[in-house]
């Protein structure tokens, strides 16, 4: 989708996602993988440099993804000079919550929005030799540890509540969500244009 810009040589039509950007909005949509948090940390390192005291917004319409994707993404979010606000926009599933739940500027949820968290997911079949696959479990297992453990710091939750609450498919309702820890507050669509 493109926009009318006017400018003082005429007016031309950039993509939206251009015009949001110029406002400090970068909008992580669809499923986390390598090509998103590549984009992500070129957005957040050029926007640290453009100033890094003024507050980025993060919008989050997502199913999850992959793991390894999603923590460099939260790297950047927790590391970012200039504060980033999360807001979930819709969904914020899986890797998309630990994502949320990471905001440094406020974390917050659209009215009708939802959050879902669960364990780690094996997202290819299993297969290899038994010391291939022990390895793999080990690995996950380490990922879930983890993880726990980061959405302990960020909501408030013992690790033993975060486990029980991941132990299946748990969906939060935007207030549930607040009441779990995962955002800060509830907010209207009018609000994410201060």
């Known amino acids: 989708m493109h926009v009318e810009v006017k400018s003082s040589s005429g007016t031309s039509l950039v993509p939206i996602e ?24 070129e957005q957040v390192l050029y926007l640290n440099k453009e100033d890094d005291t003024l507050p980025i917004t993060v919008l989050i319409h997502s199913p999850g993804g992959e793991i390894d994707a999603g923590m460099l993404i939260y790297d950047v979010i927790q590391s970012s000079k200039a504060p980033i606000r999360t807001v979930c926009t819709g969904r914020a599933y899986s890797m998309g919550a630990v994502l949320l739940a990471s905001g440094t500027g406020g974390r917050y ?15 290819n079949g299993v297969g290899g030799s038994c010391s291939s696959i022990r390895s793999m479990s080990d690995s996950l297992i380490e990922t879930r540890r983890m993880i726990n453990e980061l959405l302990s710091k960020h909501t408030g939750k013992s690790v033993e509540e975060i486990e029980t609450a991941t132990s299946y498919d748990h969906y939060f309702s935007a207030e549930e969500s607040v009441e779990f820890g995962l955002v800060d507050g509830i907010i209207p669509f009018h609000e994410l244009l201060k």
Do not use: Q
């Open 18 to 41: 251009t015009r949001n950007f110029t406002s400090r909005i970068i909008y992580l949509k669809g499923e986390v993988n390598g090509d998103m948090a590549c984009d992500f940390v």
């Open 109 to 123: 949820i659209l009215p009708h929005s939802k959050t879902m968290l669960h364990e780690p997911l094996i997202s």
